[in-house]
């Protein structure tokens, strides 16, 4: 599929042609173009080029004028200020660009694919064994999923990673507990939904806990137990996997509710990398990297250090032989490095382990696991904050539990769309709420710069007026409900028209996706895309307002051109809340 060219870089082109048959010198170098709210686009790049060239900014920026080619793209460019061009783009060139966009069969949107593209492991939705998933999960799975819808689209090899907590000293304690109290676990599997049964396993798993802390004798049983899950014991691995087994469709329910494709195959949790460990500790002490202090195999650095002053260190391995998170972590490494064959390493993980990462990516680099060619990154987020800008908790002060939240969300949204359905069935209320209530809470997450914290307010979520997803999804529904009324009327384009200012606001705006989803990829930036996606809805409420579609009906071609701009608009929202993972329902 040949890739759809933009108009910005249709324009970008003849001001780069314009720009070295001025000044040969200069060719190739970037004219800095943008969209401006004083012209179409304006060009910047000539007061550098003019600097360097030792000439007049504003001479230049007049002589480069004369060599653009006007007509077909640009209609018009002129000189302002100290240097600057602004640009004014065709009508014409306008509706033919969008056109090429609108009957090209892939359904890109002019997207193009990666050139070469290379191979991205991401870490995301991480939750843990035993225990149930709360709003901290949250942030991780909907931004992580996000940036894996983006990286896919634009042509990135992604391998999915869910590192979920199923090793370690917990599981110790937590079977030793269940061997002593077998009457505590005494429900049928059969006769419980997978909420219930990890409510009973939190349950547990609090207990355990609780008596791990004030009974030394239970602490030593249970840390006897650890080592005998490591060992391998039957029993205990047994015990142990049926706790994983029960954990996974617990969390595979949650991430249904939360519109999620986890994959089985995908979850390689702490216990994937078990075999890894103690090579990855020879490794590090063989090479210098790591060394013992006190027993214990620790990697130094120079700019780390303590409110004592002493040097941090990161803790491969305790001095009892037991292995600390940042073992399995470097053992993760090397397995997504050389096994894997990654070239980027992303981690959507909470931005208050950044110290803990930076401490294990540097180890990685000097290990040589880590190198110009595969790099490593933290995509560190906010907190959750409630309506009071405080971490967000129930009014007992205990975390608020993901299902709880997600479930409130829908029972909103449902209110919302039983408010505003004129004909739809109690079953689709259901369905439209669900979409409507879980793209609320995703969009309120995406909307935001993902290492800012953000406020949970469900009032704010569903509402039907500004920067939420029931917004861009009522807009959505609201064309689709244009085009069923349009009648014998189709969309066509019509590229011989002029267009009004409200099309011309619309049209350049629809033009700009692919950029925006080039950028959102590039940079893990979701938020990019929902701020575009807000604007294009905006846009769309002025040019609906502005320029007649149906009644009162205007001339044919113009009708036609109107539902052309009305649908590709509505493709296009469609296309950009499927990268966010929300759903776009026909109607509300």
Known sequence: MASVTSLSDNVQQHLASALSATLPEAAGADPLLRRSDRADFQANGILALAKKAKANPRELATQVVSQVVTGEVIA????????????????????????????????????????QPGTTVIDYAQPNVAKEMHVGHLRSAVIGDSVVQLLEFTGENVVRRHHIGDWGTQFGMLIQYLDEHPHELDHKESEVSGEEAMSNLDRLYKAARKLFDSDEEFKTRARRRVVDLQAGDPATLAMWQKFVDESKIYFFSVFEKLDMEIRDPDIVGESGYNDMLAETCRLLEESGVAVRSEGALCVFFEDIKGPDGNQVPLIVQKSDGGYGYAATDLSAIRDRVFNLKAN??????????????????????????????????????????????????????????????????????????????????????????????????????????????????????????????????????????????????????HPELALADAERALGLHLDSFAETVREAAAEYAPHKLAAYLYQLASLFTSFYDKCPVIKPAPPKDIAENRLFLSDLTARTLHRGMALLGIRTPEKL
């Open 344 to 493: 980027t390493l992303l981690y959507v993980v909470d931005a208050r382990q950044a110290l803990h990462f930076r401490m294990v990516f540097e180890t990685a680099r000097r290990a040589g696991w880590l190198n110009d060619d595969v790099t490593a990154v933290q995509l560190a987020f906010g907190t959750v904050l409630g309506k009071d800008g405080k971490p967000f908790k129930t009014r007992e002060g205990e975390t608020v539990r993901l299902v709880d939240l997600l479930d409130e969300a829908i029972d909103r949204a449902s209110a919302v769309v039983r408010e505003k359905a004129q004909d739809l069935s109690e079953e689709e209320i259901a369905e439209r709420g669900a979409q409507v209530g879980i793209g609320a809470v995703k969009y309120a997450d995406l909307s935001t710069s993902a290492n800012r914290d953000y406020k949970f307010d469900l009032d704010q979520m569903v509402s039907l007026n500004g920067d939420t997803s029931v917004y861009l999804q009522y807009a959505y529904a609201r064309i689709q409900s244009i085009l069923r009324k349009a009648g014998d009327v189709s969309p066509a384009a």
């Open 76 to 115: 018009d460019v002129e000189v302002s200020g100290p240097g600057f061009l602004n640009i004014t783009v065709a009508d014409r060139a306008i509706t033919e660009n969008l056109a090429a966009r609108y009957t090209d069969e892939s359904g890109r949107l002019g997207v193009p694919l990666a050139g």
